[in-house]
C-alpha cells in the first residue's frame, strides 16, 4: 500500500503535531505530448524533436483578452501550444534566443537550462537560459512584448561574472510586482569545482516590459549564499520584495534565506539571514540515491537535494518541494514539501511524500487560491516504469492536509540513455533524467493546475517525451469559493493527535 509519511517538526520552537486528512479527486482536463528528444542514429525530421538530454522540463500557461496559450521550454526545444495541445511555435531553443536577441547577438554556442513563466500582472511572458558552459559565460533573459508568446520577444545577455573568473551554471528564474530575478550557482572556470557561492540578477520588470526594453536599472549581487537558490514566485502587483531559499551545501537538512527588497539598482538590497531553515524530516545527505526501473535497478539519476523547480508564494507562505533520502529506507528517494512564513523565515509546515518499493523525485507544488495543493513528481522502482504522480491536498486557511501520491500518467516502458551521451563529470553512472518539472495555477481558470512532465518514450528506449496535462478539482476549490485568514495551523501527520498552535501571521500576497 502506497504511503505518504508525514513528520512533526519545529517553528519557533514549538513541535507541532499533525493527523492525516483527506485530499481531492481531480478530473484530466488537456494530456498531450509536446518535445521528445534523447538519441537516435538517423536525422529527426520533427520539428519537436531534440536530442538533447535531460530535457529540463519546464512550462507555463498565461494569456489575455480570451486566449490563452501553453508554453514548453525546455533544452533545445521552444513550443506554443493551445489549449487543446495543437502547436503553434516549434523552434530550436537557439532560434528562439537569435530571434529575441536581434542582430546584435553573440555566437548562441551552447545554450541551455532554460526557463519559463508567465506574469498575470504584466500580461507577459518571461524567459531565462544559460549560454555557454565551462567557460565565462551569460544569462540571457527576454520578455514578450505582449501576452502572446508567438510574436516578438526583446532579449538580452548579462555576463555571469564581469571578471571572467566564473561561469553560472543551474540558473532559476523568479518574479514579483516589481522585478525579475534570475541566479545561479558559479563554478571557476577551469577548475570544475563549486565556487560555494551564488550570483543573483534583478532587473525592473518595467524595463523589459517598456515600450523600448532596456536593461537601465538592473544589478547583479555576487557572491549570495545558498546553493541552486529559487525565488518565491509572487504574482500579486504590489511587492517589492523577493524571497530566495537555497539548499545548505553544509546541512543537506538545511535552507538558506536570501531575501532582496527595492525596485531599481539604485535601491536594491540583499539581505542574508542569520540563520538557516532547519528541518526534522530527515535527509541523509545532499546526494540522494538513484533509481530503478524493471530490469534495471539503479538505472536513473534522480538529481540531488536542491531546489530545482520553483517556489510559490501562495495565502501568505512561500511553499516548495526537495527531492530527498527516504527517511524509512535510504536506498529510495522520497520527495520532501514544506511552506515558509518568509517575513520571519518560520518553517510552518513539512512534510514527507514517499513509497516503501519505489523511489520519488523531481517534484513541484502549486496552489490555488481557493486552498487546492497538487504536488506533481516523478516516480518508479523495480516493478514500475517512470511515470507521473500527483498528490494533492488541502489548505483551508487554518489547516493543511496532504494526501499520497496516486498514478497521472503511466510510463509505457524504459528508460535506456544511449552511450553517445555521458553523465556529468563525477556524477552517477545512471542516465540523467529530469532535472526538473513544474505545475501552474492556470491564472484564467483559477481552480485548474497544469503539469509539465518528463515520461519514456516507450518505442525507442534511448528517448523520453514531454507530457503536458490539465487537470481541474472538484467544485468546493472551483470559482467562488472562499478561505478563511489564517489564524490557526494545524498540522497533520500520521499516527499522532492534531494540536494547534496560533501563529504569527504575516500577509506577503499571492
Known sequence: MRKSHLAAFTASGIALAVSSGGAFAFTIVQNFSGGYGGYTTTTPTPAHFIFETPPDMNGAVGGSGGTEYVTEMINGYYGVYTPSGTPTTQESLSAFWGNALGPARPILNSVYDPRILYDPASQRWFATSLMG??????FLVAASATSNPNGAWSGFA???DVTGQNWADFDTLGVNGSNVYISGNMYPVGTGGYAGTSNIVVIPKSDLTAASPSLNGY????????FANQAGQNYANNTPTAYFYGASLSNSNQLTPISISGTSAFNYALTQASSNITFTTAAASNAVPVASQPGLPNSIDAGDSRLSSSLVTAMGYVWGTQTVVNPTN???SAIRWFAID?????LEAQGILSDPHNSLYYGSIALSKTGAIVIDLEESGASQNIS???ATGIFNG???TMGSPTLLNGGPGVYVQSSAFSPDAGGPTSPRWGDYSAIQVDPNNPSDFWIFQELPNGTNLNQWNSQITQIDPPGAFGPGSTVPEPGVLPILFLGAAPLLLTLRRRKVGG
Open 133 to 138: 558552459a565551462g567557460t565565462p559565460n551569460s
Open 158 to 160: 548579462i555576463p555571469s
Open 219 to 226: 544589478r547583479i549581487f555576487y557572491n549570495a549564499g545558498g
Open 330 to 332: 535510504p536506498a529510495l
Open 342 to 346: 518568509p517575513t520571519n523565515n518560520y
Open 388 to 390: 507521473t504522480y500527483l
Open 398 to 400: 487554518t489547516s493543511v
